[in-house]
């Protein structure tokens, strides 16, 4: 489907730069968000999915083991976390920390920017017009309050 789009486009993924094809010509940029914020909304997404929820998480086209309800209580989903570094129910595949790592190897790369959801949320206009620095989008100055 990307390749048949014929217009500027973007991809979403929760994936590690490493599982990524890389190209040269490519721009990446990757929020990072803070762990504890990642684990409530990890946490709260899991508590109140239905079956029915569950059932189309893993229903046709599942990657992986199927998505499964969260045991116990926060105290223990969290330490969960801590002890393997992805989330309770999740596949241990694609842990949280070596996302991170991964991302951090190439911060360096001409063609990479990391962000910060907090910094994206404190200044939001300015992160937007760092992003579209490094994506060379030349924004008209009087769009910005309709971006913002």
Request: proline share 7%; net charge negative; aromatic share 16%.
């Amino acid at each position: 489907m990307a390749e048949g789009q014929q217009h500027r486009r973007f991809l979403k993924t929760h994936s590690p730069f490493n599982c990524l094809p890389y190209q040269p010509s490519m721009k990446y940029l990757f929020v990072g968000r803070d762990a504890r914020d990642v684990f409530w909304s990890m946490y709260n997404h899991q508590k109140i999915f239905t079956p029915l929820a569950y059932e189309a998480f893993n229903g046709p086209g599942l990657v992986g083991p199927a998505l499964e309800p969260v045991k116990g209580d926060e105290r223990d989903y969290y330490n969960f976390f801590l002890d393997n570094g992805y989330f309770q129910g999740l596949s241990p595949d694609a842990p949280f920390w070596h996302c991170i790592r991964e991302w951090w190897k190439v911060k360096d790369l001409p063609n990479v920017m990391l962000l910060h959801y907090a910094n994206l949320k404190a200044d939001f206009e300015g992160e937007a017009r760092k992003i579209a620095a490094f994506l060379e989008m030349d924004i008209e100055e009087s769009l910005w309050p309709q971006i913002v």
